[in-house]
């Protein structure tokens, strides 16, 4: 860092010379547009301070230079201001000798400042989290996340923050698409929800899925990637930072090298069985140009389990060795099979037969969460997402539809018994006709659970939920129905744990932080600021109901 | 007294009392004798009156009525009074005066009495002669001897009165010969009354048989309002006939000589009207007020006045009320809110229009009127207006307005007569509030079946809390089954309740009725079956048990099917409704735009008031989209995931901004406002569109199979159309070719020689001015002028047949342009009261006419007919596209029907059959052209059915499952705008309208022509 930081000076020293001694046609210099080339190059490796001390020396030089305002244009753009990033990109884009990547960078400045206009902010030591008025609920965890993920990070990696983390909590993933270099199709083909680039957090709401979706471990999944981006100067391959990311993501809550997730298990499973894995070269530029949510999902269980691997050889500083080898320039693949103190066809022998030592199983019907994006309507009203939501057609063209139908009926005029009547039919009519399905595979479990809850029989739904908790990790009522049950039961530490992984599943459910709410209350050491939080939402948003 | 002797006194005493006995007795005489007389002369007197007058009544018939008979009958009255009064009073007073000639008539009566009364009489005198005196003592004497005598007569006994009673007898039979002869006699009768009647000039005039004057001239002077101007009449009969109210002098000769002259009003001729008589001519005046007769009545100088016995007429002839039409786009319009009508109206009176009114009553309030235009005395006007129904600030529900259109006539003699059109109606009623009350209705229904629902699937649970043996337990569920039962029926008859209240009131939807009619059916028959089974378990124990719980199970099948088939349609119902007002806003919204365009370009200060009332309506009407969306949300009566509701509360605010905005007139800041009001209701409406699409597709997906079936056909159908169009194109083309090839060498100068009389025609028309732009004379004048234009440009095409069809138009609507110029000069005749000066408009239409006229034979005479363009190949071509034409029609007839049956109960398709049918006709056009070998319209007609199948199409993706069409466009009257008709057809039309129609029936004729072609 030291060497850069001394060459971008040394550069930007040479500009004065020739600036003094006028601009050249057009109003550049060969060298402040190399100075520009550097700043740039600082940026895209996010060493933002040395490229804020190179950029204002720029600044004094040729400040009218299009070059100039690109990169302070830039700038502004990685570092938040994207008013003030537009108007730069804009005099730019619009000089007559205009770079040529001035355009595309305006408007990719647009539509970031597009998408969050009327966004709020909250700030933490480490994170600056910005979010739509409807979203206020994601900011606290956002923030808290953040902060618990970067002290993971600094004891894992030795990860420090150059900046404040930026999180941008989008709308729906049209936004995502826009803020990004994605396409809206590449969104929604590879159910891309989330993205680390241009040294913020871009991550969507998880309002925009029908049954929200992990979002505070997709948020720190991007945290991973900016850590390490950081850390090897971007020099990681898309596979070593998936790896990385994916095998660290649930670093804020847990210690690391847990079990992978079921539908990574059920894809890893019938990859190794037939033999199709993909390759660390078609992860190549980004896993969300991946053909399919399915193959993103498969490239991601490989990657994690490849440093999983590399964690097992050599722990935390094998993972660091790694990281550090890179950043030094040496090849990928070399430096974690260096740093697990091997050569790459060892390591990759290993790898598999790591793989394989895990008895990966699959499972019928599983679902792969990330492909259930809501429709614009349903985001746009601001609803909170509902299990109907994310029912398949294949289950709503089915006989057991009608009994949920009738069960919801039941349920909604206060005939929970009947209600519960309605459901277990529907249940022995799943499994005597919709197999395969898999929203019929949990609807009825999660709805039986909540009908046995209002019953007075925690017993019965933690019952009916059975698999479903395990099988569905990703779905938030199975959590929230099992907190509630625990609650019930007059276990308050356990139930504090569900109801948070179903928040961090779905915050936007009142019930889930009644439920906490008089979880913490019942928890002697649970801090007071977080009792309070949840009382707050569970009457918030249950307000909005 | 002075000379006599006191010694004499007693003896004078007594002397004197026997004279005056005496002469008493004479006097008593006297009396009765002339009392007798005059009885007598009175009787007979009478009678001869009698007689008398019965003959003058004879000889007063015989003469007729004159004014002397009165006189002549107190004449003779008066002689014959007099003539009594002397024989019977006057003569026998004079004959019996004094007491010597009472006493020889006395004596003549009693000669015994004779000889001493009258010495008496005469002893009781003076003696002229003293010394020839008597002894007064004789004398006294003598006196008293008479006196004596006359003791015992009495003056009544010495003159009775039966002479008396004769002559009464004759009076009273000469009385009664009179009156019997005026009662029973009827020409004596009349003779009496003619004896004492004064008669008129019409009565005593002689009649004659033969014309009194000669050489009538007659003239008319018509009352102001009417317009007219006065009118001479020569050599007329005498009869007058004029509007009431109208001033007729009249002048004549009269043939006899005559010193006085009058008019004899009426059958006896009670009124006169004076004539003036000057050197040999009459002249009189009157007004005609009524109908009636009058005579001519001459008086000579000398001899009796003379009348005509033939009458002449009077005839006040009653101005007309107006006639007056009104058109609407329909008797009975039904609105969700008010949106401005189009009216037509036409109205005609005999002399001239005052004001035409729209007249309007909102629900029971009092009626109110709105001048359309002044008819400023012209015979007749029409036109078309929009009409902004107003939305009355009544209690919710239906507004009722009646309309029609009522013309004055300017009828200054008896009053402005006023015609009314028949009434229209315009119904304001909200739908949603209708669809609240239904929707309602279900909902209480469904909350009934969720609740049976709910009891039997709860029933086991139930029973096992219970407790007990076994079979106390099979027992309390077949109690709990008959309870359960008898509460469905109980909603079952409640359920026939509400049918039979819809039979009568007709307040379901169509597919809400045939839902619960099945319902209800279904119901009924799984109720029966378990009833049955009820019973044998209560009978047979646990033999009957299976069954009963077979039925019960059926039971809760039914019941479960019928919660969800009434879910759906409550919810479908809630989103259509939410969908369609959603629809009024975005349409409402389009309006605003366009009205607050149409403000900025006119800053029209009405124009800002209807903006400012349209935005407080869509105000109102977000509220209520607001309010049915909190309660679809609140009622869980639609699923949670087709409840993606739009923010109410920012668009409610926005639309509060926009209201702030207008008040303050910050235009610009308006239009930003309006356009972000505009951006969220479409957002808004897709939203809401999207709810009920998703939940129409996964709710109905049979009725959307159904649509999606007649779409197909539909595209099916238009496919075929559209290929066979390009075969008819094709062939058009090669006609044309030809067409042109036989042409040639002559088209060039005849598209030269035509462009200029285009162009003079152009010329023509843009000399005309035409005044309103909608008055009807500008309407046709544009139309002309677009007819001009399009000729020109189909000649620059080459294409005759289109530009001579235009160059036809042209000249019908010139035609039509010259008769509203007639009718404009004849109402400023009725203003003015004279001969206007001649309008150089007319000329000028004349002139553009004569030149379209031209125009179109140039053209007709230069291009051949369809079959001569053809080969006979190409004709044969021709019927084969025109058989495929009726294949497809055929097809697309059958499918109409399909349509009518499947799609006839579904929301929003109602009008696909009808939509169908519309093409399918123009495809008969298009074959009927094709047999007449003419190419180019059946590829019109065909390509135009197409369009029609696409455009229904597109509409039922639009509509599929979803709310009907509602905005704030202005209703118009059907196809008074659009030209939806053939052009063949449309030729025919104005063909026909060129025909005459006869004078009286050329407005309506006219009407009825533009109504159609419209």
Redesign the interface.
Do not use: F, H, K, W
């Given at each position: 860092m030291k060497r850069l930081g001394l060459f971008c000076l040394l550069a930007l020293a040479t500009v004065r010379p020739s600036s003094a001694a006028g601009p050249a046609p057009g109003g550049v210099t060969p060298d402040a547009r190399a100075a520009a080339r550097e700043i740039e190059m600082l940026l895209d490796t996010w060493r933002f301070k040395e490229a804020a001390t190179a950029l204002a020396v720029l600044k004094q030089a040729a400040p009218e230079a299009p070059e100039t305002k690109l990169v302070d244009g830039y700038h502004r753009f990685l570092t938040g201001d994207y008013e003030g990033a537009v108007r730069s990109l804009d005099a730019a884009a619009a000089a007559p000798n205009a770079p040529p990547d001035a355009r595309g960078m305006d408007d990719l400045a647009k539509a970031a400042r597009d998408a969050v206009h009327d966004f709020g902010e909250e700030r933490s030591p480490h994170a600056i989290v910005r979010y739509a008025p409807e979203d206020a609920v994601l900011a606290p965890y956002a923030r808290d996340t953040v902060e618990a993920a970067a002290a993971a990070l600094r004891d894992d990696l030795g990860f420090q923050p150059p900046l404040p983390i930026r999180v941008e909590l989008y709308r729906s993933p049209a936004d995502l698409a826009a803020v990004s270099s994605l396409s809206v199709a590449e969104v929604s083909r590879t159910g891309t929800i989330a993205l680390c680039k241009w040294a913020r957090l871009m991550v969507t709401t998880p309002r925009a899925l029908a049954y929200g979706y992990p979002w505070l471990d997709s948020m720190n999944h991007e945290l991973v990637h900016y850590a390490v981006s950081t850390l090897t100067g971007d020099r990681a391959p898309v596979w070593l930072q998936e790896g990385l990311a994916k095998f660290l993501e649930r670093r804020w809550r847990e210690p690391a090298g847990g079990r992978i997730a079921p539908p990574m298990e059920h894809l890893l499973a019938k990859a190794l069985r037939s033999g199709h894995l993909i390759s660390f070269e078609a992860m190549h530029p980004s896993m969300a140009k991946l053909p399919s949510a399915e193959d993103a999902t498969l490239a991601f269980a490989e990657v994690e389990n490849a440093v999983a691997y590399l964690h097992a050889k050599g722990g935390m500083a094998a993972l660091r060795d790694a990281i550090a080898r890179v950043a030094s320039g040496e090849d990928a693949r070399q430096a974690v099979a260096a740093a697990a103190g091997q050569t790459w066809p060892q390591f990759e022998r290993g790898w598999r037969a790591f793989m394989i030592a895990q008895r990966y199983k699959t499972f019928p019907a599983i679902d792969i969460a990330t492909t259930h994006i809501r429709k614009a309507n349903a985001i746009a009203s601001g609803r909170k997402p509902a299990e109907e939501d994310a029912l398949t057609s294949t289950l709503k063209g089915s006989a057991p539809f009608r009994y949920l139908r009738l069960g919801n009926i039941m349920l909604a005029h206060e005939r929970p018994r009947a209600a519960a009547a309605e459901y277990e039919k529907g249940a022995k009519a799943v499994a005597g006709g919709v197999r395969g399905d898999p929203s019929a595979g949990w609807i009825f479990p999660v709805k039986l659970g909540r009908t046995y809850l209002a019953l007075g029989e925690p017993d019965r739904a933690l019952k009916a939920l059975g698999a479903v908790q395990t099988i569905y990790p990703d779905l938030p009522w199975p959590h929230l129905i099992a907190g509630q049950a625990h609650l019930a039961l007059g276990d308050a530490a356990g139930a504090v744990d569900l109801l948070r992984a179903s928040i961090a599943e779905n915050p936007f459910d009142p019930r889930v932080h009644c439920a906490l709410a008089q979880a913490y209350s019942r928890v002697p050491s649970a801090p007071a600021g977080l009792l309070a939080r949840e009382q707050r939402f569970c009457k918030e948003l249950g307000a909005g109901d | 007294m002075q000379r006599l002797e006191p010694f004499l006194l007693d003896t004078i005493g007594a002397g004197m009392r026997e004279r005056e006995q005496i002469h008493s007795f004479l006097a008593g005489v006297r009396r009765r004798l002339l009392l007798r007389s005059g009885l007598e002369a009175a009787g007979y007197g009478v009678a001869a009156l009698g007689v008398g007058l019965l003959a003058l009544a004879l000889a007063a018939t015989a003469v007729g009525p004159a004014s002397f008979w009165p006189a002549v009958t107190g004449s003779f009255t008066a002689v014959l009074a007099l003539a009594a009064l002397a024989v019977g009073v006057l003569i026998p007073a004079r004959a019996l005066r004094g007491d010597r000639a009472a006493a020889r008539r006395t004596g003549a009566l009693a000669p015994v009495l004779a000889s001493d009364l009258l010495s008496a009489v005469e002893l009781a005198e003076e003696p002229a002669d003293p010394r020839a005196a008597t002894s007064p003592m004789l004398v006294q004497a003598f006196h008293r001897q008479v006196a004596l005598a006359l003791g015992p007569v009495t003056p009544h006994g010495l003159v009775p009165l039966r002479p008396a009673t004769r002559a009464f007898a004759a009076a009273g039979a000469g009385a009664t010969i009179l009156l019997v002869a005026a009662w029973a006699w009827p020409l004596a009768a009349r003779g009496l009354r003619t004896l004492v009647h004064h008669p008129s000039r019409f009565e005593g005039a002689a009649v004659s048989t033969a014309p009194l004057v000669g050489d009538v001239r007659v003239v008319y002077t018509y009352p102001p309002y009417t317009g007219l101007p006065p009118r001479t009449v020569d050599g007329s009969t005498g009869d007058l006939a004029a509007v009431k109210g109208t001033r007729v002098h009249i002048e004549t000769h009269p043939l006899r000589q005559a010193r006085q002259a009058a008019l004899l009003l009426g059958e006896t001729g009670g009124r006169e009207i004076a004539a003036a008589l000057d050197r040999g001519r009459l002249t009189a005046d009157l007004v005609l007020e009524e109908d009636g007769i009058y005579r001519f009545w001459l008086a000579p100088s000398f001899g009796r006045a003379i009348r005509e016995e033939r009458s002449h007429r009077l005839t006040a002839e009653a101005d007309a009320p107006p006639r007056v039409d009104i058109q609407g786009p329909a008797d009975r319009l039904e609105l969700a809110t008010p949106r401005p009508i189009e009216i037509g109206y036409s109205a005609s009176d005999d002399f001239g229009l005052g004001a035409v009114d729209l007249v309007y009553r909102i629900g029971d309030r009092p009626e109110q009127r709105l001048t359309l235009r002044d008819g400023a005395g012209a015979p007749s006007v029409q036109g078309r207006t929009l009409w902004d129904p107003p939305a009355a600030a009544g209690p919710p529900g239906a507004d009722r307005i009646a309309y029609r259109i009522e013309a004055r006539d300017r009828d200054a003699i008896s009053g402005p007569k006023v015609a009314s059109s028949r009434t229209l109606y315009v119904i304001i009623q909200n739908p949603h509030d209708g669809s609240d009350d239904r929707i309602e209705r279900q909902h209480d229904l469904l909350?009934r079946l969720?609740?049976d629902?709910?009891d039997r699937?709860?029933m086991?649970?139930k029973i096992e809390t219970g407790g007990g043996t076994p079979a106390e337990a099979a027992q309390r569920r077949v109690a709990a089954i008959g309870a359960a039962h008898a509460a469905e029926e109980a909603h079952l008859a409640l359920l026939g309740r509400l049918l039979d209240e819809d039979r009568r009131e007709s307040n379901l939807g169509k597919t809400l009725r045939a839902a619960l009619a099945g319902i209800a059916d279904r119901l009924e028959h799984a109720l029966r079956d378990e009833a049955a089974a009820l019973v044998a378990a209560r009978r047979k124990g646990t033999a009957g048990r299976a069954k009963l719980e077979a039925a019960a199970a059926r039971q809760v099948a039914e019941l479960?099917a019928d919660?969800?088939r009434l879910?759906d349609l409550i919810g479908r119902e809630r989103l259509e409704d939410l969908a369609s007002l959603g629809k009024e806003l975005t349409d409402a919204h389009a309006r605003l735009q366009d009205l607050l365009s149409r403000y900025q370009k006119t800053h029209d200060e009405g124009l800002r008031r209807q903006l400012a009332r349209e935005a407080r309506e869509l105000r109102a009407r977000i509220a209520e989209l607001a309010q049915k969306i909190a309660a679809v949300q609140a009622r869980?009566e639609v699923?949670?995931?087709w409840?993606?509701?739009?923010?109410m509360k920012r668009i409610q605010d926005q639309a509060r901004k926009l209201d702030d905005l207008l008040e303050r007139g910050n235009e610009a800041d308006l239009q930003k406002a309006l356009s972000e009001l505009g951006d969220q209701l479409s957002?808004m409406r897709?939203?809401l569109d999207?709810?009920l699409d998703?939940f129409g597709a996964?709710r109905f997906?049979q009725e959307n199979r159904v649509v999606a079936d007649l779409m197909k056909k539909i595209g099916d159908l238009e496919g075929d159309e559209r290929s066979l169009q390009k075969e008819t194109q094709a062939l058009s083309e090669k006609q044309e070719a030809e067409l042109q090839r036989r042409m040639k060498g002559k088209l060039d100068e005849l598209i030269r020689r035509e462009g200029e009389k285009i162009d003079r025609l152009k010329q023509r028309l843009a000399g005309v001015p035409s005044g309103s732009p909608e008055s009807a004379l500008a309407e046709e004048v544009d139309r002309a002028r677009e007819s001009t234009t399009q000729m020109r440009r189909l000649l620059a095409e080459r294409d005759l047949a289109e530009a001579k069809s235009e160059a036809e138009r042209a000249e019908s609507s010139l035609e039509r342009a010259g008769e509203h110029l007639d009718e404009l000069a004849a109402a400023r005749r009725a203003r003015r009261g004279s001969e206007p000066e001649r309008d150089k408009r007319a000329e000028s239409v004349g002139e553009a006419r004569a030149l379209a006229q031209e125009i179109a034979d140039d053209l007709a005479k230069m291009m051949p007919k369809g079959a001569e363009t053809m080969t006979p190949e190409q004709r044969e071509a021709a019927r084969g596209q025109a058989e495929k034409q009726s294949a497809i029609g055929k097809r697309t007839d059958e499918l109409a029907e399909e349509a009518a049956r499947r799609l006839g109960n579904m929301p929003g398709m109602e009008k696909a059959a009808s939509d169908l049918k519309g093409a399918s006709t123009r495809m008969h056009e298009a074959g009927e052209s094709l047999k007449r070998d003419e190419s180019k319209p059946a590829a019109t007609a065909e390509r135009d059915a197409a369009d029609r199948l696409a455009k229904l199409r597109d509409g039922m993706q639009e509509r599929s499952m979803g709310g009907s069409e509602r905005h704030r466009d202005p209703v118009r009257i059907p196809g008074a705008d659009e030209s939806r008709a053939p052009r063949a057809w449309r030729q025919e039309l104005l063909d026909a309208m060129k025909e005459k129609a006869p004078e009286r029936y050329r407005d309506e004729v006219r009407r009825y022509y533009e109504e159609l072609v419209k």
């Open positions: - | 909350e969720i609740s629902l709910g699937l709860e086991d649970a479960e919660v969800l879910d869980n699923p949670e995931e409840r993606n509701m739009p923010d957002s897709r939203m999207q709810n998703g996964e997906p």
